[in-house]
């Protein structure tokens, strides 16, 4: 594939998969299609802005004649999809903006792919990146495999779960050439922190109280971001058409367990006494429709295509909060303006 449409690539996981290509690929044309929500923010991937191989373009995939525009105007061979509204809390607060973006969205480009490709399927490719989520909860036991029944808990899971049976059903009856991975949860740099870890991270810097929703027990498997990102590239390019990879951490944390050890590792970088950050732990009214556990079988990518975590959670953690205290000014920035409301909103 030689011109690829990376959609949503100005957020947390796109912003490093777009970063990965542009460098890895100099061959490749990048185009980086993204709405520039909330989540969006062309900071993340400054670095590489004036690459020759780089071409960003705002857009709302929900346009479907822009959409459509768009590949009759590149012709695209490629399409990494990842644009979406991503956050559990806020699917609970608005669910129709995860129909448009996760729903209508994505098949707005199915039908623009479909429609640019119906003549020659030939090395064409749709990647479209979901989550675990799709697969509901798990109990105390077990893991989620590619054929684990998909019953989704969350507005935002449905939305998700619907987006991949529609890339399923348009390989079916139009023989789009497709590929789905489904991922845990990621931590990393550039994450927006209305997730746990940058927010808990963001909190005890200001020394503000860190919100537990329910008992704490929820367990969640732990991936870096940029494990993701390697483990898409290596799908995509070796991976089977039509077919669904698992990627995951092996790498699962309760909740309560992991935020304890973020907060030794914030005490130790921010020279506080041992057990100060601890002391901001508040359990808060549960998440409506809390999934108690996901975790990731991801033996089928490690088995056939060598893939692994390359990091492990303390590297990784240790990482992510240094790149935090290092950049309180992307911090500052994106937590000005509407995040008070969000917040104000969320946890009062
Ligand atoms: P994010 O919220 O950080 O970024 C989403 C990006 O999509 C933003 O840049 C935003 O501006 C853009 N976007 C949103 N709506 C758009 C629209 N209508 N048109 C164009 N662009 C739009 O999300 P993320 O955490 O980076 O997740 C990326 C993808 O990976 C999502 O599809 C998500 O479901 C999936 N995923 C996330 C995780 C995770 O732990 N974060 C795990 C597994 C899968
Ligand atoms: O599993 C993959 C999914 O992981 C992705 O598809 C989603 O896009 C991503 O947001 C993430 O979903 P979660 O709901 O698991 O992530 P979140 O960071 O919101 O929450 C992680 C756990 O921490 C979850 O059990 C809820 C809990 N939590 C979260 C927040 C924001 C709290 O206890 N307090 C909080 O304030």
Redesign the pocket.
């Known amino acids: 594939m030689k011109k690829i449409l990376i959609t949503g690539g100005a957020g947390f996981i796109g912003s490093h998969v777009v970063r990965l290509f542009v460098k890895k690929y100099p061959q490749y044309q990048i185009f980086n299609l993204d709405a520039l929500t909330y989540a969006g923010n062309l900071e993340n991937i400054v670095d590489i802005e004036n690459e020759p191989n780089y071409t960003f373009i705002k857009g709302d995939i929900v346009d479907a004649p822009f959409i459509d525009a768009l590949f009759a105007e590149h012709q695209f061979e490629g399409v990494l999809h990842l644009a979406?509204e991503?956050?559990?809390?806020r699917s609970i607060t608005d669910p129709l903006a995860f129909v448009r973006t996760n729903v209508i969205g994505t098949v707005n480009l199915l039908n623009a792919a479909k429609e640019c490709w119906k003549d020659d399927f030939t090395d064409k490719l749709f990647y479209h990146v979901?989550?675990?989520?799709v697969y509901g909860t798990l109990g105390e036991t077990g893991l989620f495999i590619e054929t684990t029944s998909y019953d989704p808990n969350?507005p935002?899971?449905a939305s998700?779960a619907s987006s991949d049976h529609f890339v399923r059903a348009y390989g079916e009856t139009y023989h789009l050439p497709y590929m789905i991975s489904n991922?845990?949860?990621?931590y990393g740099p550039n994450q927006f922190p209305?997730?746990?870890?940058p927010?808990?991270i963001y909190n005890i810097v200001q020394e503000k109280s860190?919100?537990?929703?329910?008992d704490?027990k929820?367990?969640?498997?732990w991936l870096y971001v940029l494990d993701h990102a390697i483990a898409i590239d290596l799908a995509l390019h070796k991976g089977k058409v039509g077919e669904t990879y698992n990627i995951g951490g092996f790498n699962e944390w309760q909740?309560i367990e992991l935020?304890k050890l973020l907060c030794k590792i914030m005490d130790e970088k921010l020279g506080r006494v041992p057990g100060t950050s601890e002391q901001l732990i508040s359990y808060?009214k549960d998440?409506p429709g809390?999934?108690l556990r996901?975790a990731i079988d991801a033996s089928k990518i490690n088995k056939e295509l060598g893939w692994k975590p390359s990091v492990t959670f303390e590297q990784g953690l240790e990482r992510t909060v240094s790149w935090y205290l290092e950049n309180q000014t992307w911090l500052n920035n994106i937590t000005s303006g509407d995040y008070a409301t969000y917040y104000e909103k969320?946890?009062n």
């Open positions: 979406a991503s956050h559990v809390d979901s989550t675990d989520e969350s935002y899971s998700k991922c845990s949860n990621n209305e997730k746990l870890i927010l808990f860190l919100p537990v929703y329910g704490g929820y367990t969640r498997d909740n935020v808060v998440r809390h999934d996901y969320q946890y």
